[in-house]
């Protein structure tokens, strides 16, 4: 079964992404970090490396770089794409992203 979220919930004043799943987990991210780990091709720095999944503990420990969320859109029914304060919108995260970059125990399957 692929997890999708349930509930979808971004704080801008504490800048904190918050995904509740439909397996029960819930997921948080910084915007930062989830900045940092935008996996499109221009931050992933080409093609060849666009399957690196940046690690959920880089992500959860990044440097405040003062990011803000301006907007949060839906990708059909499998991604998340963010406009940034920066100006970056081309990110697509994916569920599977999404899920791959906060540290979730025990999952599997
Ligand atoms: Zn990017």
Redesign the pocket.
Same mark, same amino acid.
């Given at each position: 079964m692929k997890a999708h979220p349930t509930n979808i919930q971004a704080d801008r004043s504490a800048r904190i992404l918050s995904i509740s799943w439909n397996d029960g987990k819930t997921t948080t991210y910084p915007f930062d970090g989830l900045r940092l780990a +935008?996996? +499109?091709v221009? +931050?992933k720095g080409g093609h060849a490396k666009m399957g690196n999944v940046t690690p959920p503990s880089v992500v959860q420990n990044a440097p405040n770089l003062g990011i803000q969320l301006e907007n949060l859109q839906a990708v059909g029914s499998y991604a998340l794409q963010p406009l940034w304060s920066d100006g970056?919108s081309?990110?697509m995260y994916t569920w599977e992203l999404l899920r791959a970059l906060a540290p979730v125990d025990s999952e599997q399957n």
């Open positions: +935008c996996p +499109c221009e +931050c970056h081309t990110g």
